[in-house]
């Protein structure tokens, strides 16, 4: 999957930029858009899988060698994978949900420069604590 899934593409997404051939350039960001949904989704399936199907089951047959078919699926020229998904599910989806989608993100920006404010401040005041503890206890 590292060959295939990322390795390649990358190889080619960089072909593309290089080349400013906007047809492969749109063909390939498609493909990382899917590609970054089926990771994303992999991580849950793959606990899913590991964890209810291990056992006296074992795992599902030939699951690792579908997900590996789907990726040169999803990359093959021939079958257009990742233009398939993106045009018929990712994309209207995406555009249905665009704004809340960035409302999260402005959300949780703001979430994380509080918190690394905070964790900042945190940290100086122990810091400045620590000198003063040693600076008075003839250590610093």
């Not at 989608?101 to 400045?128: N, S």
Request: glycine residues 8%; positive net charge.
């Amino acid at each position: 999957r590292l060959v295939f899934g990322t390795l390649y593409p990358a190889y080619a997404s960089y072909k593309a930029v290089k080349t400013k051939n906007i047809r492969e350039y749109v063909r390939w960001m498609m493909y990382w858009i899917v590609f970054a949904l089926f990771m994303a989704t992999e991580t849950f399936t793959d606990l899913l899988i590991s964890g209810c199907c291990a056992g006296e089951l074992g795992l599902l047959p030939f699951y690792y060698e579908v997900k590996m078919a789907f990726v040169i699926w999803l990359i093959s020229p021939y079958t257009q994978g990742a233009r398939l998904l993106y045009r018929k599910f990712v994309h209207p989806t995406l555009s249905r949900k665009e704004k809340e989608i960035d409302t999260y993100i402005i959300q949780a920006r703001e979430r994380g420069y509080e918190t690394m404010a905070r964790l900042g401040k945190r940290g100086l005041t122990k810091a400045a604590n620590t000198d003063v503890f040693f600076a008075g206890n003839g250590a610093g």
